[in-house]
């Protein structure tokens, strides 16, 4: 299912009040949070190193915010880089 841009900006919104401003515009700038596939959601970052830091650092965040707004439950994050979208 692809998301819609209302619940890709729900998304964002409600990370960007976790982490706030500055630690949100360093690691999610440009980042698409695009599908859900079942338990799946697939997220696109400008890069592969962004990619990997938020997969590494922040996928349990996204899902339990993803799974709260999409009221379904996410349990895999999968991160990648724009240029394999």
């Given at each position: 299912?692809?998301?819609?841009?209302?619940?890709?900006?729900?998304?964002?919104?409600?990370?960007?009040?976790?982490?706030?401003?500055?630690?949100?515009?360093?690691?999610?700038?440009?980042?698409?949070?695009?599908?859900v596939d079942?338990?799946?959601?697939?997220?696109?970052?400008?890069?592969?190193?962004?990619?990997?830091?938020?997969?590494?650092?922040?996928?349990?965040?996204?899902?339990?915010?993803?799974?709260?707004?999409?009221?379904?439950?996410?349990?895999?994050?999968?991160?990648?880089?724009?240029?394999?979208?």
């Amino acid at each position: 299912m692809e998301l819609t841009l209302t619940q890709d900006y729900a998304i964002q919104a409600r990370m960007a009040a976790v982490l706030g401003a500055a630690e949100f515009y360093r690691v999610f700038a440009g980042v698409r949070f695009a599908e859900v596939d079942g338990p799946l959601m697939y997220v696109y970052a400008n890069d592969e190193s962004t990619a990997a830091e938020i997969e590494d650092d922040f996928a349990l965040l996204i899902a339990d915010i993803a799974s709260r707004i999409l009221k379904q439950e996410i349990e895999v994050v999968v991160v990648l880089p724009k240029v394999l979208q």
